[in-house]
């Protein structure tokens, strides 16, 4: 009787341990509207290697986003979002109350182009199958929710931010951002030493762009460069703009 009784505790425990593994995948393609949904991948390996991802995506530019049963990691994104377009909402009056429309005309294309993103409670992890094969400290426990939003190798560079024109650029094998910039104009406000480039995995680097500090430094397709705001056209109040919008970029679903 006690054999069976320990028996079935096993049994039972490793039930349990299984459903808490369990996770629950929803799956964007680029174009579609009808998402799939994925059970059972207790980690990362195991939902990288699944045929309905394994193969259907560019791995240095997928999202996964982890969910909760209020959806709190997409609302707070999206919240920060909606929070920082306000933001510059009240900073486009301020400037247009001080009679410097040309500025604020500068704050308002920005305004406009974040107000287009999409953006997600986004994990910066590493999603390539490989990689995670060959660091095990990489294959992250998979337990609840999650959403995972795929896409195509780009063909393209997203040039944002303070500029005219705003938008994708061809992507080049050996381009620097430099001179992905060439063709573009400065607004009124804009920096004009550095840019911010946002990688399609989500990291951040300063470039110097300038003739006088000018640094080669080549980008991935699929990555933005975001021309910003100068320290000069910011009051103290707005002074961290230039960051909170950088920040938001990282969170960006792929087109």
Request: aromatic share 8%.
């Amino acid at each position: 009787m006690k054999k069976q009784l320990l028996v079935a505790v096993s049994l039972c425990a490793g039930f349990i341990a299984s459903a808490m593994a369990d996770s629950r995948v929803t799956i964007h393609y680029p174009g579609q509207s009808q998402a799939l949904v994925l059970q059972g991948a207790a980690n990362l390996e195991q939902l990288t290697l699944r045929p309905e991802l394994n193969g259907r995506t560019w791995w240095p530019g997928t999202v996964i986003a982890e969910r909760t049963a209020s959806g709190i990691q997409q609302q707070t994104q999206q919240q920060t979002q909606q929070q920082l377009l306000a933001r510059l909402s009240a900073f486009s009056a301020a400037l247009r109350g001080d009679n410097d429309g040309e500025l604020a005309g500068s704050v308002d294309r920005v305004r406009t182009q974040l107000a287009a993103m999409r953006v997600t409670g986004r994990q910066f992890v590493p999603l390539d199958p490989d990689w995670i094969r060959l660091h095990a400290e990489a294959n992250r426990r998979l337990s609840g929710e999650y959403s995972v939003y795929t896409l195509s190798r780009p063909t393209s560079v997203q040039v944002v931010g303070v500029t005219t024109p705003a938008g994708p650029q061809p992507y080049q094998p050996g381009r620097d951002v430099a001179e992905y910039l060439q063709t573009h104009q400065r607004l009124s406000g804009a920096e004009k030493n550095v840019v911010w480039v946002i990688q399609p995995d989500g990291k951040t680097e300063k470039v110097p762009v300038a003739y006088w500090n000018h640094r080669h430094v080549e980008v991935a397709p699929g990555s933005i460069i975001y021309v910003g705001f100068s320290s000069w056209s910011l009051p103290r109040a707005y002074r961290d703009v230039n960051e909170q919008i950088v920040s938001l970029l990282t969170h960006r679903i792929p087109d």
